[in-house]
């Protein structure tokens, strides 16, 4: 929950708004955003790198990761609390540019970023390309020869480390799809040091994603390191990105371990090993999403009908049908990731039931959370509140069984606004090229 979150006469607050204002001024389903909540951790993540690595006498960059939610106006946030931005598709690149993000201040990640995307990067002046393959570089050699540029590059490197995390969160353990093998990045890295336009400021790893503890990256860090020093050999090296994936807690059960902490042991270890090594210590980059916006967010759901099921003799489950659902949080269809939920318009003193919060749509697996305890008075009409829905569900949001995606509205101050317009039938039915070619056909 954000900080602001509280009850008022029973009723949910967030940001200092009600759950019931909120329904009645923008309708369900709702993404709240509490822009006082985002920047305090854009604040707070920023701190915990430059106090680690200021200990070391080197500088950090933390990027946010704009793939776990983007609009103009977290770019502005996020940018304001002296975070870079992290894109990683044209779309992303786009919006960040549109808000006013310096490009310098922009990292380009994909594993398959199409000649014009690149294009507009290299002529947009972002300040570091995330290279992630052969091909690749030698479409940016192209690029930058035509244009007469120079671009700053990163290399993605897979250091091996299986993050401990579901499997589809995971990212450099050698058997998927992205970045180079330790083996072979040297050749690569001697490739674009070959290239003039192309200059090699650093190696990039990220290990995954929702990760608890520190462990994983300092064993990913120091594996880094190891091939920074041998590149040394042929040049200076600014940076290393050690990308993000800084978990958060979902419900009661998640125990991240505090920023301040995952940061002091990731810098600790890249200082170590540079030290045992002998060699000067890079400036650090990371590249934070949902530790930034996850718990900013909450998302309200209006219950449409509730249906006890009987299980099994001493089990009946309270199924509690809402307004939404896979089509605006799929997360727990994706990756089994598990909410909580609350009733948020009122309070109730009925016994609690166990509950399971259901969507709208047309497959079973359409869970919003899989079990929770609701009062057992739960109707239809009852506003319910899941938090912790800031990060990956308006980005993961889809048009499933032509539903409109649900608007985004910030809140700070006991003010609400909306910073995404939600989508309208007719914004769906507009795209139906058949349907204008039937109305040309009937004028
Ligand atoms: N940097 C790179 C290169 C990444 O691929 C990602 C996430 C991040 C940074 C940010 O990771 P974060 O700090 O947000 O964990 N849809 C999934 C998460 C996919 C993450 C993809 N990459 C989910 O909903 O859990």
Known sequence: WPASAERVDGELQVGGVSASELRERFGTPLYVLDETEVRAHARRTLDAFRAATGRHGVMTRVYYAGKAFLSTEVVRWVTEEGLAV??????????????????????????????????????????????????????????VERLGATQPMLLRVRSGVHAETHDFLATAHEDQKFGFSLDDAPAAVARIREITGLVFIGLHCHIGSQIFDSSGFTESASRLVEVHAALLEDGDIPVMNLGGGFGIAYTSVDDPQPIEQIAEGIVAAVAQECAVRGIPMPNLAFEPGRAIVGQAGVTLYEVGTVKPVVVSNDLTRLYVSVDGGMSDNARPALYGANYSARLASRVSEAAPALARVVGRHCESGDIVVDAEYLPGDVAPGDLLAVPATGAYCFSLASNYNYTPRPPVVAVRDGQARVIVRGETVSDLLARDAGLAAAMEGNA
């Open 86 to 143: 992290d894109v990683c598709s044209g779309g992303e690149l786009e919006v960040a540019l549109a808000a006013g993000a310096v490009p310098a201040h922009v990292g380009f990640h994909g594993n398959n970023k199409s000649m014009a995307e690149l294009e507009r990067a290299v002529e947009a002046g972002v300040g570091s390309i995330v290279v992630d393959s052969p091909i690749e570089i030698e479409r940016l050699a192209a690029i």
